[in-house]
């Protein structure tokens, strides 16, 4: 299975640079399960795109410090690219950023959350997209926007408290979630950090508690190659 990683992280930091890009992130969370399989990355936050998204398999939108909101030209690349993989059913899995583009592009809803940011390690209920039996999981987040309205023709799969739409499915060809399984436990510690100015006392002060508990990286690892196999099988 050939699988493109499209990398809308914004961050060239010298932090950013001292940690792997999110297309080896991705590879490296997704290879060891499937040695086989062929992952190609675009950058499409530098205007890189796949010539021609029907020859690929499945297609995975990566996380970003970047708002979906933003009229940025990539951004908006990004989001004809989206609706024309839905449109031909390629499989698609978004994570964060791309959990966001992927609802908002179909015809969601992006806003900021609530409760402004959700930073560490949180519990949250997955369930994939033809199972309707859920599986709890922890995992890593890192956002201040979230989904606020689905899709129309979308179903949520997950959620946590503070976050009803935590994941959401279109048909078996679509599956996304709010958090980060690509980030190791260690990566997580130093991002909290690199962030720890812009924090409020009482996000900080979470975070670095919830730390405690690392995230289930495996468990969602077997869940996102389940997900492009079945899309694949029911094409």
Known sequence: ?????????????????QH???????????????PNWEFSVFSVKDGIFPEDI??????IVTGSPA???DSAPWIER?????????AKTVPMYGACFGHQAIAKALGGVVDKNPDDWVF?????????????????VSLYAAHTEQVSTLPPTAKPTGDTPGCPFASFAIGN???????????THEFMRELVEEYASELSTSVLDQARESL?????????????VRFFEHSKAQA
């Open 78 to 86: 990004l989001m004809d690219l989206i609706i024309d993989a839905h």
């Open 67 to 69: 708002s979906v909101n």
């Open 212 to 224: 405690n508990t690392k995230a289930d990286r495996e468990v969602l690892a077997l869940a996102i």
């Open 1 to 17: 299975m050939h699988i493109g990683i499209l990398v809308t992280n914004t961050d060239e930091s010298s932090f950013a640079q």
């Open 120 to 136: 560490g390690t949180v519990d949250t209920q997955l369930s994939l997209p033809w199972d309707k039996n859920t599986f709890s």
């Open 173 to 183: 060809h679509i599956w996304t979630t709010q958090y980060h399984p690509e980030m």
């Open 20 to 34: 792997p890009k999110d297309g080896d992130k991705f590879r490296a969370l997704l290879s060891p399960l499937r």
């Open 54 to 59: 029907s020859a690929i398999d499945g297609l």
